[in-house]
């Protein structure tokens, strides 16, 4: 099992930032990818970015430039910089680890969500 919680989310004017963390605790020996996504009413969930192992990323396209994921290794922890923000940013956040263990067994585990609201 993997526990996930978010915390930074609130209330921002545009242009301005927010950091949310994520702090994962549980099996995060075996993560492998650690993510965020956000999702609005009516709307499909969405990959905002995430960050492998590995050290590669990505973003989806409407927030490249001004998002900026990072990970504390250590301390099994992940990041979402979020600058520039924009009243269609606002959505809830959502942190997501996916890894696996050596039986074979993969996992893709959520935190609660912490809500992002961009004020116009």
């Known amino acids: 099992q993997v526990q996930l919680v978010e915390s930074g989310g609130g209330l921002v004017q545009a242009g301005g930032s927010l950091r949310l963390s994520c702090a994962a605790s549980g099996a995060t020996f075996s993560i492998n990818i650690l993510g965020w996504y956000r999702q609005v009413p009516g709307k499909q969930r969405e990959l905002v970015a995430d960050?492998?192992?590995?050290?590669?990323?990505n973003y989806v396209d409407s927030v490249k430039g001004r998002f900026t994921i990072s990970r504390d290794n250590v301390r099994n922890m992940v990041f979402l910089q979020m600058n520039m923000l924009k009243p269609e940013d606002t959505a809830v956040y959502y942190c997501?680890?996916?890894?696996?263990?050596?039986?074979?067994?993969?996992?893709?585990?959520w935190g609660q969500g912490t809500q992002v609201t961009v004020s116009s």
């Open positions: 997501s680890a996916m890894g696996g263990f050596s039986d074979g067994t993969i996992y893709k585990y």
């Open positions: 960050l492998s192992s590995g050290g590669s990323t």
